[in-house]
């Protein structure tokens, strides 16, 4: 078993307002919704999702994420951090208004822990931060998509 890491840190805005985009990007459902591969959910009252992906077989690792993450709303700081399981997912989204619009500062990191023998570990740590930082940036695409929408 090893841990793999990808980061995305990011500056946008979007056209709506600072109330509308900060319960969008706090939203549960939302999240889950925007979220890919994920074959189930359980949302708890304290915030916590319970994320169970669909198994991604890459050719030579397959992985199946399983993980809890809590998303806490703190006036304009949406904060999130996983609580155990084989993916740690952590960040901080700030929101601010920005004329008609929504200036979002986000960052993100995302940790998975995958099957794969110690010798290949190294080979695979340049192919899979990438590869986790594309999937952050592809899910902020949706999520900005859809404030909007």
């Not at 949406?78 to 986000?106: C, I, M, P």
Request: net charge negative; hydrophobic share 40%; charged share 20%.
């Amino acid at each position: 078993m090893a841990w793999f890491e990808g980061s995305h840190t990011t500056t946008f805005t979007v056209p709506a307002d600072l109330a509308t985009t900060r319960a969008h990007f706090a939203d549960p459902a939302t999240i889950v919704a925007h979220t890919e591969h994920v074959a189930s959910h359980t949302i708890g009252d304290d915030g916590t999702v319970h994320f169970v992906l669909a198994n991604q077989d890459h050719g030579v690792v397959s992985f199946q994420g399983d993980f809890r993450c809590r998303y806490v709303l703190d006036g304009n700081t949406l904060r999130w951090t996983a609580e155990g399981g084989n993916t740690d997912q952590s960040g901080e989204a700030t929101f601010a208004a920005d004329g008609d619009g929504t200036k979002v500062d986000y960052t993100e990191t995302v940790k998975v822990d995958l099957d794969v023998n110690a010798m290949m570990a190294p080979m695979l740590k340049p192919v899979m931060g990438p590869m986790i930082a594309h999937e952050i940036k592809e899910y902020l695409k949706r999520m900005q998509k859809s404030v909007t929408a």
